[in-house]
């Protein structure tokens, strides 16, 4: 009875809640002036962004598929100097879903960044202007 118990268990289905409330599922996707939580990281390696832009600081990469390029979002819950607005220019192979990864000059202060659960207010999504908060549109 004990091994039929634990074969139930091991068997489970277990929900990860990153992808039921997680940009992946359907209808989910940021609207303006929405405020979401992310996994931020920080990067300091790189020439050009998947934009073409050259990196530099206020440039975060992000799942296109959650924020497209073009996006402009509001960076709160991190340390003071990286506060702010930040333009989605750049996507990144490891970041997925409801993650952001800001771009920091010094590799030694990306690394002593860490990785930290960060608010992010989407102020546009995309290149689109029209799509982009109502207060920010006044």
Known sequence: MAGFGFLLLYEATIIDSRTVDGPGAPGLRP???SR?????????K??????????RAGIAAADPDVLPLGSVIQLSGVPDEY???YTVLDTGPEVKGREID???WSCYDALSFGRRRV??????LGWDQKATA?????
């Open 119 to 124: 608010e992010v207010r989407v102020l546009r």
């Open 31 to 33: 609207t303006p002036g």
């Open 36 to 44: 979401m939580v992310f996994e931020a990281t920080a990067y300091c």
């Open 102 to 104: 800001v771009y920091i």
């Open 46 to 55: 790189g020439q050009t962004t998947k934009s073409g832009v050259a990196v």
């Open 83 to 85: 506060k702010g607005i």
């Open 134 to 138: 109502a207060e920010i549109r006044r």
